[in-house]
């Protein structure tokens, strides 16, 4: 069995087991279609020009038409033929702007602008749009979602290293069509580090105020690379800064984050991955009878595969899953007892697959399907403390939601000219 027909397979499987009989049916034909339209001819082994030849033996035409981005439309184009405005960012250019996290290129994009909600939650306005948890933009990380599923939001910041990112492409405007719900804001897109032809090893340091102490190693390879990080340091917020019901708060401040990612590519065309991080950080704007405090740890398996050209038809595939366990916790400040704790521990997978064929000249069809799984597995809670009642007795207990055992599957077809 093929990689595509087993990941077709699965899907069916899951859906069949939820009695969506229809569904069962639909996707399978789907997925013969697109297999015998694209990917009985997706081994071709037709090389493009910049996929082998130097840099320095290409004119300056074939300079000017390298292709350099492919989140607009999931197919590298220049950038001045993107379907939207776009914007891209290298290694070179974190270097000239001085771009020290991953939020702080957003600084360098007009329309967007990146507001300090909570420790975590750093609200981002595009387009006019503001939500407190960032659900109206999809961030993508090689191609997989990245979100928080209790709160459909994602973070950017320190837990996202700037030495294991390669490039970054924002997309402004929808893009709904090829990546599903919630992208109508915008797409932020980032590409990890690409393997290296000679086997080398980099490690950085840095310090800093706010006791900031940073270190990270680099292992790459041809077919392998290995990234680990860690960071401590005080969260860099004003000292006079008050709770979120107006009075003075001395709450600590220091944070913590770790990170390990591996990548490897053990045969053409196919790239697997698994990205582990844990974040220890403060929760600010509480009550000043309380120091808040959030722990979370989230792992994502991915499985990328891409064979064949436009000519002859062109599939790229991934498959993800990502498990997030995260808790914030509350601690009463003259006793230092528990006062409140809370769980938003679930698991999001999904998969993607998307064939592409060139018709006539300038025209590209890309035909696709999408499914995402969220899953709830644990989202419990227990109070303690209040700060109008002090301790409560007996202590408060329950879920976060209205349906504890709560599980989503959200499937898409989609046909586009590209």
Known sequence: M?????????IARGYSRKNTQLFHQVSLMVFIAMLLLFFSSAGANDINLDDETELSLL??????????????????????????????????DFERMGIRKLDDILAFVPGFQVNQYRKRHRSILARGLLNLYNDKLVFLVDGVRRQHSYYGHFS???????????????????????????????????????????????????????????????YNSESIQLFGSYLSQDAPFRDDRKSFIGRNTSQP????FASLFFKATPVEGLT???????????????????????????????????????????????VYFTWDDTVEYEIEQKTQSLGYKEHQNSIIAG????????????????????WVHTEATNMDFKRNFHFSRGFLDPQETGSLLSDPDASNDDFAFYAQEV
């Open 156 to 218: 950017l910041g320190d837990n996202f290293p700037l030495e294991k990112i390669e490039k970054v492409e924002i997309l402004m405007g929808p893009a709904s069509s090829l990546y599903g719900s919630n992208a109508f804001g915008g797409i932020i897109s980032v590409t990890t580090r690409e393997f290296s032809k000679t086997q080398h090893i980099e490690a950085t340091g840095e310090g800093g105020s706010n006791n900031r102490g940073k270190g990270t190693l680099l």
């Open 253 to 256: 401040l220091d944070e913590q």
């Open 59 to 92: 004119s300056l035409q074939e300079l000017m038409e390298l292709e350099v981005f492919s989140t607009a439309n999931l197919l590298p184009t220049k950038q001045a033929k993107a379907p939207g405005t776009a914007y891209s960012f290298d290694r070179n």
């Open 351 to 370: 998969s993607t697959i998307t064939g592409f064929k060139r018709f006539y000249d300038d025209h590209i069809l890309a035909v696709g399907f999408n």
């Open 272 to 318: 697997v991955s698994a990205d582990y991080y844990r974040n220890e950080s403060p929760f600010v704007f509480i009550p000043s009878s309380q120091d808040a405090f959030v722990e979370e740890e989230n792992l994502t398996l991915s499985a990328a595969y891409e064979a064949g050209n436009l000519e002859n038809g062109k599939v790229q595939s991934n």
């Open 2 to 10: 093929s990689f595509f027909s087993a990941c077709a397979y699965i």
